[in-house]
């Protein structure tokens, strides 16, 4: 409670790290919902919306992005000690994102391709999850997030509750819309049964199969969903292939997708 007797608002960073900035866009995205919370909430910190920065220590950040450099990681260590709460958010941070193909080879053979002077570039052999450096107290995940369910996460935080983000499958949000399964109905090669919900089964209500944008749910059975890839006659590669996206470093996606990528054929 302030002097004056109003509600002390929360103050808010945003933090990005190895990332395409799509997460901060979702965020921005929010800008309606945010002004509603505007006596709540007070964005202290995100330099993607504005040069104006409020010192911390903050109430929450949300970070954005996979370390990926030395720097990175001690500076997510800073952000850590100078948040009470740290909300992680999008492919990138919760599972490494898809700069985490690197961890599968040599990043120092990526670099020679892509850059012409290699040699000025500094990077970890590995991108890696926030959670794998610092506590993170919560993440949410999605490439990129819901906004909706940023917001309720950014709700229940304020509101000292567990924010209400359900951990099933894609196929149950499928089931709750209607939509008829790509897989059994036409033999289309979907992720739903194993990936996290959140983005309401948007693929194959159009038509196509999911590709696993929102990381794995809570209990995947991701070699029972991997055979019945085959047998709708996806090859091995293809399976190791749709696994190793924006949760390569996922590990419930990890193991099956190398040990299809070993045995090809
Ligand atoms: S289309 Fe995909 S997400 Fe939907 S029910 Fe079928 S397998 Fe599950
Ligand atoms: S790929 Fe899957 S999780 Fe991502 S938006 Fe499509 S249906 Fe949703």
Redesign the pocket.
């Known amino acids: 409670m302030t002097a004056n007797g109003k509600v002390k608002r929360a103050k808010l960073a945003v933090w990005k790290f190895a990332s395409c900035d799509g997460c901060q866009l979702s965020v921005l995205d929010c800008e309606d919902e945010l002004l509603a919370l505007a006596d709540r909430v007070e964005i202290a910190k995100f330099v993607e919306a504005s040069r104006r920065e409020i010192k911390g220590p903050y109430d929450i950040s949300l970070v954005e992005g996979s370390i990926t450099t030395a720097h990175d990681a001690a500076r997510i260590r800073q952000v850590r000690a100078a948040s009470q709460c740290l909300i992680t958010i999008g492919a990138c941070a919760t599972s490494g994102g898809i700069q985490a193909l690197r961890n599968f080879k040599d990043v120092n053979q990526f670099m020679a391709i892509v850059y012409a002077s290699p040699e000025y570039i500094s990077a970890l052999a590995t991108s890696t999850a926030i959670a794998d450096h610092v506590r993170v107290d919560f993440e949410l995940r999605g490439?990129p997030i819901n906004k909706h369910q940023l917001l309720e996460v950014i709700a229940a935080f304020l509101n000292g509750r567990k924010p209400h983000t359900p951990a099933h499958s894609?196929c149950v949000e499928c089931k709750a819309r209607a939509t008829v399964c790509v897989m059994v109905a036409r033999g289309v090669p979907c992720?739903?049964p194993i990936?996290?919900a959140?983005?309401?089964?948007?693929?194959?209500a159009y038509g196509r199969g999911?590709?696993?944008?929102?990381g794995p749910s809570e209990s995947p059975n991701t070699a029972s969903l991997s055979q019945a890839w085959i047998k709708v006659g996806a090859s091995r590669p293809e399976v190791a292939r749709v696994l190793s996206t924006f949760n390569a470093n996922a590990e419930k996606f990890r193991k099956t997708a190398v040990e299809y990528e070993d045995h090809k054929g």
């Open positions: 490439c894609v992720l739903g990936t996290h959140g983005c309401g089964a948007i693929c194959p999911c590709y696993g944008c929102f």
